[in-house]
């Protein structure tokens, strides 16, 4: 495929399946319309705002009175001083309300304007018309997801995923977190949830006693089929690995890919289970946030745990590393290539993406474009 326009398009070398678009460098608009991992529920404590940064959107975050999480957009509408500067407060009804730092204007939960200190008797002013920006959040499975809509007025039309094989206890309805590491990631949201997908960079990046090193490659076959939002590598016997040998018995592992940058991992014997979720935040364009979070009801974990935080650690901080190596030389916009069929997962990816923001932007259905097959590579 050649560059025949005259806009800056890099040139894909070696389309890995027909039909591909250019694979652009510096990468494309931020997936919207769609839930996104904002925290596990442990990091939302009462009591306290939480500010941060989804999609290039400012965000403060706190629990009301009942404890459910809200997020408002963090930038009163008073002087556009960050709400999360100011305090979380007790109302004389018990709700609770957010407090700007610099004239005291109160805001509820859901946004509504409740106060403006400085105005006296007679002064009307209809405190109904001034709102902060309120965000959709969901409490499940022991974390805080938030929709990130491309109308700012839209609502979820969909519920936050919740995947197959989650580990619950008998007659429990929540799974719980029982580990996460969160690490920043110095790149764009497309590059970021490729090298998630990307299986060939392990026995080079990942080197570790616990992993494989590069000089012991392995030729692997992967069976996949479409799911709702993304993909999953059928259930199979896996190679080993030190969580496997834990776990023990007859191991099957399952690894699903939802968008907008989701990878869950079960692992599962007869009796015991583990699922470990990959999550991929973006900040902005040029940063994300990535959390391993690992729930399980295989006690001998809980003793592993302590062992296993510095590797874990490790493997996120190797990632960090290639995104910002990777950024030096994306910040030239270079073609970049797609070869069979160890970047086909990453050609899946830009295709789902596109679809989903095509078919939101058409009111239409999203049509998965992925056909199960069969991949091959060496690992
Ligand atoms: S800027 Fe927030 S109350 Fe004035
Ligand atoms: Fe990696």
């Keep these: 495929m050649t560059n025949t326009a005259n806009t800056p398009v890099p040139v894909i070398k070696a389309p890995a399946e027909p039909g591909n678009d250019a694979f652009r460098a510096l990468g494309g608009p931020l997936t919207r319309d769609i839930w996104y991992v904002a925290l596990t529920a442990g990091e939302l404590k009462t009591g306290t705002l939480y500010k941060k940064k989804f999609l290039n959107e400012p965000i403060v975050m706190g629990r009301d009175e009942t404890g459910a999480p809200f997020a408002l957009r963090d930038l009163c509408p008073h002087r556009g001083v960050p709400l999360s500067a100011g305090r979380l407060l007790d109302e004389p009804d018990g709700a609770k309300s957010v407090q700007c730092p610099y004239h005291g204007w109160r805001f509820r939960p859901d946004g509504g304007c409740l106060h403006i200190p400085s105005l006296v008797e007679g002064q009307s002013f209809d405190l109904e018309n001034i709102k902060v920006r309120r965000y959709h959040l969901a409490e499940q499975d022991d974390l805080i997801w938030i929709y990130m ?49 990307d299986p060939a960079h392990t ?30 590598m059928l259930s199979h016997k896996p190679v080993n690995s030190y969580i496997y040998n834990i776990i023990g ?124 097959a069969v991949l091959r590579w060496r690992t």
């Excluded at 609502?155 to 429990?172: E, I, S, T, W, Y």
């Design 149 to 197: 809509p491309a109308d700012p007025n839209s609502a979820p039309d969909h519920p936050p995923p919740r995947f197959a094989n989650m580990v619950l206890k008998k007659g429990q309805a929540e799974a719980k977190v029982k580990y996460v590491e969160t690490a920043e990631l110095a790149c764009h949201q497309d590059h970021a949830v490729i090298g998630l997908l």
């Design 203 to 232: 026995p080079f990046v990942h080197k570790s006693p616990l992993w494989r090193s590069s000089k012991t490659l392995k030729e692997k076959e992967k069976h996949y089929k479409p799911s709702e939002m993304g993909f999953t």
């Design 249 to 372: 018995g007859e191991i099957r592992v399952e690894i699903q890919f939802l968008l907008p940058g989701l990878r869950a991992e079960s692992i599962r014997n007869r009796t015991r289970g583990f699922l470990g979720l990959a999550a991929i935040t973006p900040i902005d364009e040029n940063l994300c946030e990535i959390r391993e979070i690992m729930y399980w009801d295989a006690p001998i974990l809980n003793l592993v745990k302590l062992i296993a935080r510095p590797f874990t650690r490790a493997f996120l901080q190797q990632d960090a590393r290639m995104m910002k190596l990777q950024g030096e030389g994306l910040s030239y916009n270079p073609p970049l290539m797609q070869i069979p069929d160890a970047d086909t997962l990453m050609v899946w990816y830009r295709r789902l993406k596109r679809e989903w923001m095509k078919s939101r932007m058409e009111g239409r259905p999203f049509m998965n474009p992925v056909e199960p």
